[in-house]
């Protein structure tokens, strides 16, 4: 299937307070996001025209430019508003939005505290991040090389773009050996997360996924734990090594774009459980609904 490119489109985009023709969409190619990573960016789904969890996505995007030192000059509250007027002007009923924030042009230099900070907002349909087929099927990881930084090394609580450069080697890597995507240690060595995702593990009918102190605490992963206490499905957020796979009934993953998407294997191990992955995503779905 060919996409169009996402420069390429028709629509509105909003930047900076006012909404622009999408084509008309630029920056100059000389600015700080770009060349030196002072850039953070949110993903929300939109479903039957709602917005999911849309409060929690703006705070993190504040939180985010505010980790990387970058003010948005517009308050929480305007930031929702323009993200729904966006959403209204582009006349999307299941879609996906993307705010994105970064360092303008003022200053070509990694001292750049005086520099502006841009702020767009864009939306489009999408469907599913996976085809229905293979949704059902679930999805292949292999393990990655790169491993996620400790929060020392890097402003892992932030929802950086910077982040994501381990991430698309990754599944590039992944992808090239005939895998969907790529599962990602932390630097001590424990289970971290997929590229774009968080995971969990079903053994014994009770749910493990790693404890997020190094990658994002996911806000579909904060939904899903919810979901699964509340209907007396014990979880377990530890430190687990890879030796954990073993005896794994279930992986799934969870995050805005894959929502909750079975793992079928790690590299040679296989999970066809789907008993409690199954379950999950119907009372999910009723959940975006509400
Ligand atoms: N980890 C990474 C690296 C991600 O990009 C995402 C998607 N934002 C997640 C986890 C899941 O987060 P959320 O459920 O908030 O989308």
């Not at 698309?168 to 630097?187: C, I, Q, T, V």
């Amino acid at each position: 299937m060919q996409i169009l490119p996402f420069d390429n489109r028709e629509g509105t985009i909003w930047v900076d307070g006012k909404f622009i023709d999408w084509k008309n969409a630029n920056m100059h190619i000389l600015n700080h996001g770009l060349h030196y990573g002072s850039c953070v960016f949110e993903g929300i789904r939109l479903y039957e025209g709602k917005i999911f969890k849309l409060e929690e996505h703006i705070k993190r995007l504040f939180d985010s430019a505010k980790i990387l030192d970058l003010n948005i000059p517009f308050n929480f509250k305007e930031i929702i508003q323009v993200t729904k007027d966006i959403t209204q002007k582009q006349n999307i009923l299941n879609g996906y939005i993307r705010p994105v924030v970064w360092r303008g042009s003022e200053i070509m230099a990694i001292s750049a505290k005086k520099a502006s900070t841009k702020i767009a907002i864009a939306a489009w349909e999408w469907p599913s991040y996976f085809s229905p087929e293979k949704l059902l099927e679930g999805i292949k990881l292999s393990k990655s090389k790169w491993r996620r930084p400790s929060p020392e090394s890097a402003p892992t609580n932030s929802k950086a773009a910077g982040l994501y450069m381990i991430c698309s080697l990754s599944k590039h890597e992944a992808e090239k050996e005939g895998f969907d995507d790529a599962l990602m240690l932390d630097y001590r060595g424990y289970i971290a997360e997929a590229t774009g995702a968080n995971i969990f593990f079903v053994k014994n009918s009770e749910i493990y996924t790693p404890i997020p102190d190094c990658f994002l605490n996911g806000i579909t992963r904060q939904v899903v734990i919810e979901i699964a206490k509340q209907n007396n499905i014990k979880v377990h957020e530890s430190y687990l090594e890879m030796d954990f796979l073993e005896g794994c009934d279930e992986v799934f993953l969870t995050g805005t774009a894959v929502e909750i998407t079975p793992v079928s294997c790690i590299d040679n191990l296989n999970f066809k459980g789907r008993e409690i992955t199954k379950f999950l995503i119907s009372e999910f779905k009723k959940n975006i609904l509400k």
